[in-house]
């Protein structure tokens, strides 16, 4: 179904037979009015303003519209820095491995043809998650030209900035802020390269390309691949978090080294983070036996605070007739859940990629003192349109998300709302690593305490078929609404508390 603003200017420019290009940049509606910026390649006269103001009255005739025009034309310079900061800020998982230098500009003018120029490996990203579409129709909303994009493989005596170059690495810490940590002691042992400085793991496990992480040994298992290969699996805690790589060895000597190394050792690992199916995986190449400094104490990331107020969403307070009975007081919960403030979240999105896909509706729940006191829903305007199935998975459709907040306006109201509290979800790996990864761009770190209901579930009730949200709201008898999120998180937090029952 065709927007109805885009409706009104496809009838304005018929009218105005190409004279002036105008498109609508946004449309926002709010407080009963209706808000439309428009963006032109030239002046646009009053006559014809008027005109177009008139249009849109009649389309929207029983609110107030407002109009504001705005001449937006890109140069060569312009289009190249909107690209880098549209890659900067949608492309986090690469966004290291990417410099104002890596997009060139072929050709200017109305049409503009431009080259985002990288390695094989970030090629491959940019073009599995569709960037280029996705950045053209950036474009075409905030400029009156035509783009053009490609992404092109990098040879070595170009500018682009290569995975290995710790300039570039260098370069954005302060962006990313990402810690480092030279580590103690190191004893060269598994690998010709020398390397002492590890990456937080807190920082570094979303950001695919080389890195190093080092950390005390927490679990060591030997595995078998699908191709029937032998390979180990290391799980390294930092302190800060921790990650778990995968080492493939057929190296009878290194094989050797690997029986010295077992939970309690600490070491400094060398590897790739790369992708598959979604998420990031690490893979070690090599590594050396090492201590932590004197005193390490992992140094706080500094985040922005919440805001003091909120502005796009208000927690409504709560209370269930349910939580009243007799058998739900606080007496007969345990003291974990009555002594902290547990928030249950859901989301929802427009995929299941948490480095392309986007968060088009958050709900959250409160519980304090073992009780559900409040609720939180906002819709997000994801700037993308949603696919069929995503729509009826959710029932959530472009024209509800018409002239919502987007994912920067709406993110400090869910921050408020969080707080400190332990973070809940059904499966909270999704949601979290979502959250946090919309988080970064905007200078918020989440890194609250997580609980998995999907993992109690698993321990508490393993004669369940499936330990689905859905299958174990069944078992407690709770209300079940899929699938959006306020519904899936309020059964979400019922299931908690009668599951801390058990």
Same mark, same amino acid.
């Given at each position: 179904?065709?927007?109805? @603003? ?33 963006? @032109? ?37 312009? @289009? ?130 080389? @890195? ?291």
């Amino acid at each position: 179904m065709q927007n109805p @603003c885009d409706k009104v200017l496809e009838a304005v420019k018929n009218f105005l037979g190409g004279t002036v290009d105008i498109r609508i940049n946004s449309a926002v509606i709010k407080n009963g009015e209706v808000t439309v910026n428009l963006i @032109c390649d030239s002046v646009v006269s009053e006559e014809d303003r008027d005109l177009i103001k008139s249009s849109f009255e009649n389309e929207f005739s029983a609110m107030p519209i407002n109009l504001n025009f705005s001449k937006s034309i890109a140069d060569a310079e312009i @289009c190249k820095t909107a690209v880098f900061n549209y890659l900067q800020t949608h492309c986090f998982s690469v966004a290291h491995a990417i410099d104002k230098n890596s997009v060139k500009i072929i050709s200017g003018g109305k049409k503009i043809k431009y080259e985002i120029v990288v390695l094989d490996t970030v090629k491959e990203y940019l073009e599995r998650t569709g960037v280029i579409p996705l950045l053209n129709d950036f474009l075409h909303r905030e400029y009156c030209n035509f783009f053009e994009g490609e992404i092109r493989a990098s040879s070595h005596d170009e500018s682009a900035p290569t995975l290995e170059d710790d300039s570039v690495l260098e370069s954005d810490v302060l962006d990313l802020q990402v810690r480092k940590v030279k580590m103690a002691e190191v004893v060269k042992f598994c690998d010709d390269e020398f390397y002492d400085t590890a990456t937080y793991i807190q920082d570094g496990k979303e950001v695919l390309g080389k @890195c190093y992480f080092a950390g005390t040994v927490v679990e060591k298992e030997e595995r078998v691949s699908k191709k029937g290969n032998t390979y180990y699996r290391l799980t390294l805690d930092d302190k800060s978090s921790k990650i778990s790589g995968s080492y493939f060895t057929s190296d009878k000597q290194k094989l050797q080294k690997l029986q010295k190394i077992d939970v309690g050792s600490v070491i400094i690992a060398r590897g790739e983070m790369d992708e598959f199916g979604g998420r990031t995986s690490f893979i070690i190449k090599g590594y050396h036996l090492c201590e932590f400094p004197s005193g390490y104490k992992p140094q706080s990331r500094p985040s922005k605070k919440p805001p003091e107020k909120y502005t796009y969403a208000f927690p409504t307070p709560c209370e269930t007739s349910k939580q009243d009975d007799f058998f739900t007081s606080s007496n007969t919960l345990p003291k974990w859940l009555t002594e902290k403030e547990y928030v249950v979240v859901d989301i929802e999105t427009t995929g299941t990629d948490v480095t392309s896909d986007k968060i088009t509706e958050i709900g959250a729940v409160r519980i304090k003192n073992g009780v559900i006191r409040e609720t939180f829903q906002i819709l997000i305007d994801p700037e993308v349109s949603l696919s069929k199935r995503i729509v009826e998975l959710t029932g959530i459709t472009d024209e509800m998300l018409v002239g919502k907040p987007k994912i920067q306006d709406a993110y400090p109201d869910f921050i408020k709302f969080l707080g400190d509290a332990v973070f809940v979800a059904h499966n909270a790996d999704f949601d979290y690593r979502f959250l946090k990864n919309a988080g970064k761009p905007l200078g918020y770190f989440v890194e609250n305490e997580c609980v998995d209901t999907l993992e109690i579930s698993r321990k508490k009730l393993p004669w369940l078929s499936n330990h689905k949200l859905n299958t174990v709201c069944a078992h407690f008898n709770i209300e079940f609404r899929h699938h959006r999120a306020l519904s899936d998180a309020f059964a979400t937090a019922e299931a908690l508390i009668e599951l801390a029952k058990l």
